[in-house]
């Protein structure tokens, strides 16, 4: 104490001052900065966690640790131009990658593959080298794509309040008589495919005159039931279609808004982009493109899931569904040409290969969900010409 009052006035002062500040040659700044914004993503998606280092200088050498809520939680390493995995906590082994491009611009982003409802939360980007330190914290938000999933697994035997597994496939056809014009249905009400030319049939009460929409013959008003819906088009990429459920009354002329509040509970692939139809509607994650869909209708809980035939996975679960004590039927929208639907008859036992245990984690997806250059490419190419546009048809 004695000390410190001989010390001059002025040198007291400064010590109130940060020591970085004051001895600036002593603290070589280091400074993160993330992106001053929670990052959000789906269950199943990529996704890239923004931090750098501000000013920019070059990262090469120096410490980096991605952690979660504590040092010991690492997420990743690097270090001295090599990434390091021993520490790595097992929830995210195999899953990520620094932008290694990036570092020599003071680039720190974090790519995290293969979204986990359990990969929200926080995360700590740090950074050090032999006398300085810094960190920035980046929130990452992960939506689960139907609100059922991660509390059930609907695909997995076990569910224990699954859709899919427990309930037998029933045989579902197809009614003609509601058919678009320009939809032929088999023989055997089976399968349905969209042409160019409109068939002559007659514009009865129950058949979809604008919309190019088809019903099952089968309708439900209790238990639960399940069908297998299988895609085919010859560029199954660029198709447009939606499969699901509508009540029994649904409108069939003119204008259809395909939405629960009309009576229609489906999901919807379109534009390399596949969507709950909820109002608005919800962006799925996209891992592969499904083409076998399991169509799950429980009419006693009201709810509507569709499951990937593939692999299990939850596609998308309607709850609270509005059925209002009428009976509910398949619907089917073919909005490309030349596509063709399948009614399979089998056993929803079927998926599951892929699922080793858990549940929320579908397989990695094979390219981002989100693909501008794919997107606009697209744009360019295909929807010009208009397609399958269903304002290029005349509705009555
Ligand atoms: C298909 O539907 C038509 C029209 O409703 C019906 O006459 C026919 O018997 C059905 N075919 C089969 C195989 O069920």
């Given at each position: 104490?004695?000390?410190?009052l001989?010390?001059?006035?002025?040198?007291?002062?400064?010590?109130?001052?940060?020591?970085?500040?004051?001895?600036?040659?002593?603290?070589?700044?280091?400074?993160?900065?993330?992106?001053?914004?929670?990052?959000?993503?789906?269950?199943?998606?990529?996704?890239?966690?923004?931090?750098?280092?501000?000013?920019?200088?070059?990262?090469?050498?120096?410490?980096?640790?991605?952690?979660?809520?504590?040092?010991?939680?690492?997420?990743?390493?690097?270090?001295?131009?090599?990434?390091?995995?021993?520490?790595?906590?097992?929830?995210?082994?195999?899953?990520?990658?620094?932008?290694?491009?990036?570092?020599?611009?003071?680039?720190?982003?974090l790519?995290?593959?293969?979204?986990?409802?359990?990969?929200?939360?926080?995360?700590?980007?740090?950074?050090?080298?032999?006398?300085?330190?810094?960190?920035?914290?980046?929130?990452?938000?992960?939506?689960?794509?139907?609100?059922?999933?991660g509390?059930?697994?609907?695909?997995?035997?076990?569910?224990?309040?699954?859709?899919?597994?427990?309930?037998?496939?029933?045989?579902?056809?197809?009614?003609?008589?509601t058919?678009?014009?320009?939809?032929?249905?088999s023989?055997?009400?089976?399968?349905?495919?969209?042409?160019?030319?409109?068939?002559?049939?007659?514009?009865?009460?129950?058949?979809?005159?604008?919309?190019?929409?088809?019903?099952?013959?089968?309708?439900?008003?209790?238990?639960?039931?399940?069908?297998?819906?299988?895609?085919?088009?010859?560029?199954?990429?660029?198709?447009?279609?939606a499969?699901?459920?509508?009540?029994?009354?649904?409108?069939?002329?003119?204008?259809?808004?395909?939405?629960?509040?009309?009576?229609?509970?489906?999901?919807?692939?379109?534009?390399?982009?596949?969507m709950?139809?909820?109002?608005p509607?919800?962006?799925?994650?996209?891992?592969p493109?499904?083409?076998?869909?399991w169509?799950?209708?429980?009419?006693?809980?009201?709810?509507?899931?569709?499951?990937?035939?593939?692999?299990?996975?939850?596609?998308?679960?309607?709850?609270?569904?509005?059925?209002?004590?009428e009976?509910?039927?398949?619907?089917?929208?073919?909005?490309?040409?030349?596509l063709?639907?399948?009614?399979?008859?089998?056993?929803?036992?079927?998926?599951?290969?892929?699922?080793?245990?858990?549940?929320?984690?579908?397989?990695?997806?094979?390219?981002?969900?989100?693909?501008?250059?794919?997107?606009?490419?697209?744009?360019?190419?295909?929807?010009?010409?208009?397609?399958?546009?269903?304002?290029?048809?005349?509705?009555?």
């Open positions: 104490m004695q000390r410190g001989s010390l001059p006035a002025h040198l007291l002062h400064l010590h109130i001052l940060p020591l970085p500040l004051l001895f600036p040659w002593w603290f070589p700044m280091l400074t993160v900065a993330g992106p001053g914004h929670p990052v959000t993503a789906t269950v199943g998606q990529d996704v890239l966690l923004p931090c750098h280092l501000s000013p920019q200088r070059d990262a090469r050498t120096l410490d980096v640790r991605w952690i979660r809520e504590k040092f010991s939680e690492i997420v990743h390493h690097y270090r001295n131009g090599e990434d390091l995995y021993r520490e790595q906590m097992g929830a995210y082994s195999g899953r990520t990658e620094l932008a290694r491009d990036g570092l020599s611009a003071g680039s720190l982003d790519r995290i593959t293969g979204l986990r409802p359990s990969d929200d939360g926080l995360y700590v980007c740090t950074v050090r080298d032999a006398d300085a330190y810094d960190e920035a914290i980046v929130k990452l938000e992960v939506a689960a794509p139907g609100p059922e999933l509390k059930a697994c609907p695909g997995l035997s076990s569910a224990p309040d699954g859709l899919a597994p427990s309930v037998p496939a029933v045989k579902v056809t197809l009614d003609p008589d058919a678009h014009p320009l939809l032929v249905v023989p055997d009400n089976k399968s349905v495919r969209r042409q160019t030319e409109r068939q002559q049939v007659p514009d009865t009460r129950e058949r979809f005159d604008c919309w190019c929409c088809v019903l099952g013959r089968e309708d439900f008003r209790e238990g639960r039931h399940c069908w297998l819906v299988e895609v085919e088009a010859e560029q199954i990429k660029d198709s447009w279609w499969v699901g459920v509508a009540r029994a009354s649904v409108e069939r002329k003119g204008w259809i808004d395909a939405s629960p509040k009309e009576g229609i509970w489906a999901v919807r692939y379109y534009e390399r982009q596949l709950s139809l909820t109002w509607n919800t962006r799925l994650p996209l891992s493109i499904p083409t076998r869909i169509v799950c209708l429980d009419c006693t809980q009201q709810q509507v899931s569709f499951i990937n035939a593939d692999n299990g996975v939850e596609i998308f679960t309607f709850t609270a569904a509005s059925f209002n004590g009976s509910i039927r398949p619907w089917f929208w073919l909005v490309s040409n030349s063709q639907l399948f009614l399979r008859d089998s056993t929803p036992q079927t998926p599951s290969p892929a699922l080793g245990g858990s549940c929320s984690s579908p397989d990695t997806p094979a390219s981002p969900l989100l693909d501008p250059a794919g997107a606009e490419g697209w744009d360019a190419a295909s929807r010009g010409q208009a397609p399958y546009s269903p304002w290029a048809l005349p509705c009555p």
